[in-house]
């Protein structure tokens, strides 16, 4: 079973920021935080992913709280193209699954 | 150059019968997956290779074999086709935590 919860559905407006809220209540000192999506029926696709700190790429924003038992996936500028379901799974580097959920189905409107 | 490569694309075949479907990919990594997306859109692990062996096999039929003759491929076996079957199936490689997906496969069984 996923070790997170993501609410089922979010919508945001283009070129406004979204923001996907994740819980992870029993996430151990040793497990990282990873960000996914799927775009309609392709591969998912890693975003990003962080142990404490918040962290920043080219795709997104990944904001961990200092408990550690919640994270917040910031898309600053959201695009039509960004509509896709978010996953979000906290895993140890290496040895255990990638176990997803359901996700967050992200629209974005136009 | 497609990093991770799946055959075919789609496969429409008759219960009971026997497909495979093949994955390969191109970046060197020493651990692959199986992934079934069912129609419901849950990823669910199957498989887990790392170097040619085996190292995760989830609850899956034994109808199921992959097969690695090399870290580059891993090759998926499906005998005696059933109806729940239908899926869509990813092959994943991995690297340092990071996940890279094929772009599925579909397989339909009338």
């Known amino acids: 079973d996923a070790k997170t919860t993501q609410p089922p559905s979010m919508d945001c407006a283009e070129g406004r920021a979204a923001n996907l809220p994740c819980n992870h209540s029993t996430i151990s000192g040793n497990e990282y935080v990873y960000w996914y999506r799927q775009i309609h029926s392709q591969g998912p696709q890693y975003i990003i992913h962080?142990?404490?700190n918040n962290e920043t790429n080219e795709m997104a924003s990944l904001i961990i709280t200092e408990d550690r038992k919640s994270s917040t996936l910031i898309l600053p500028h959201a695009t039509l193209r960004d509509t896709a379901v978010y996953y979000c799974?906290?895993?140890?580097?290496?040895?255990?699954?990638?176990?997803f959920g359901p996700g967050t189905r992200l629209s974005v409107l136009p | 150059d497609t990093a991770v490569s799946q055959t075919p694309k789609y496969l429409v075949t008759q219960m009971g019968n026997d497909k495979s479907i093949k994955c390969e990919q191109n970046l060197g990594h020493d651990t692959m997956y199986w992934y079934k997306q069912d129609s419901k859109k849950f990823l669910k692990i199957m498989f887990s290779?790392?170097?040619?062996?085996?190292?995760i096999n989830e609850t899956v039929p034994n109808r199921f074999s992959p097969k690695s003759p090399d870290k580059a491929h891993l090759n998926l076996h499906i005998n005696s086709l059933e109806l729940g079957d239908s899926a869509v199936y990813f092959c994943?490689?991995?690297?340092?935590?990071?996940?890279?997906f094929g772009e599925g496969s579909r397989l339909t069984v009338l």
């Open positions: 290779y790392n170097n040619k062996e085996l190292i």
């Open positions: 799974i906290v895993r140890v580097v290496y040895g255990q699954n990638f176990v």
């Open positions: 962080g142990l404490k």
């Open positions: 994943a490689s991995e690297e340092s935590g990071e996940l890279f």
